[in-house]
């Protein structure tokens, strides 16, 4: 095992909030989106390690960077995507993207505003979004949309960890100006329950979150290759409901995630709107 995998949390692709590599995905394209997942949960699970020290979760993130680059051969998930980076013809720039997001939880805990934080989503959201159309070929053309997406996808974990994030890892995502505005100080994400004030700039932040998930609702739709339209349509669906949940419910004191029977049900429905969008049909 490499250093960087004696800190894995053991989270797999299928613990993720959201679908990764699902079956929708045509098989050619699985091996490609793993190796890019397997680079990323790792140096993900080295900048959130709560008992390694920032200097060595730095240097970890560095043997990582440099091995995707063909500098080093020290991370084994990093020569693996390397590999396959180069037998597809593909750019590490998506994943080189992400490390720079790493190296920022490691060094920054604080957020000032949704403009700042929606720069760090820049680099710890998009770019996977962005790797998985490269895979499939898509255009550029669809990157907004994406990006949309992907960095409502990142907010939404963001509001439904924000309490383990600041107990374990000291680390605030809630933009601090929004705290400020309802009454909120980070401290209160120390609570088991959120006050009024810490409820209301979640609810906020929901709120705008939904604004992204507008802009990202063409996405699926606009995508060429139908299996990949159908897994971003699933994963719109699923971040919709979500989010509309967070609007109401407390994420320190609530369940705030999908159960299976709920997501099926939520997966069923999105694929009947996917196909009612393709074919014309109202959706």
């Given amino acids: 095992m490499s250093e960087a995998g004696a800190l894995s949390s053991g989270k797999t692709h299928r613990d993720e909030n959201f679908p990764v590599a699902s079956r ?92 700042e934080l929606m720069e760090y989503c820049r680099y710890s959201a998009m770019p996977v979004g962005r790797y998985v159309l490269d895979v499939h070929g898509e255009s550029r053309e669809l990157w907004p949309c994406n990006d949309a997406l992907c960095a409502a996808l990142q907010v939404i974990n963001h509001l439904q960890d924000c309490g383990k994030d600041y107990r374990s890892l000291d680390r605030v995502y809630l933009p601090l100006d929004v705290l400020r505005k309802h009454g909120a100080v980070p401290e209160a994400l120390a609570s088991l329950r959120a006050t009024p004030e810490l409820r209301g700039a979640i609810a906020e932040l929901a709120a705008r979150n939904a604004e992204l998930l507008q802009r990202a609702a063409p996405f699926a739709r606009r995508i060429r290759d139908r299996r990949l339209g159908l897994e971003v349509n699933a994963i719109q669906a699923l971040a919709e409901d979500l989010n509309e949940k967070l609007l109401s419910r407390d994420p320190l004191s609530e369940r705030v995630h999908h159960g299976k029977s709920a997501a099926a049900v939520l997966l069923l429905w999105s694929m009947l709107r996917f196909f009612a969008g393709r074919f014309g049909a109202a959706p």
């Fill in 24 to 115: 929708f995905i045509h098989p050619r394209h699985r091996p490609a989106i793993l190796a890019f997942y397997a680079f990323v949960r790792t140096a993900d699970d080295v900048a959130d390690n709560p008992g390694a020290m920032p200097s060595e979760k730095l240097r970890l993130l560095e043997g990582m960077r440099a091995s995707l680059m063909g500098e080093a051969e020290v991370s084994p998930e990093g020569v693996a995507l390397r590999l396959v980076l180069a037998e597809r013809g593909l750019s590490p720039v998506h994943a080189a993207d992400l490390l720079e997001a790493f190296r920022r939880d490691v060094t920054k805990q604080r957020y000032a505003d949704w403009d």
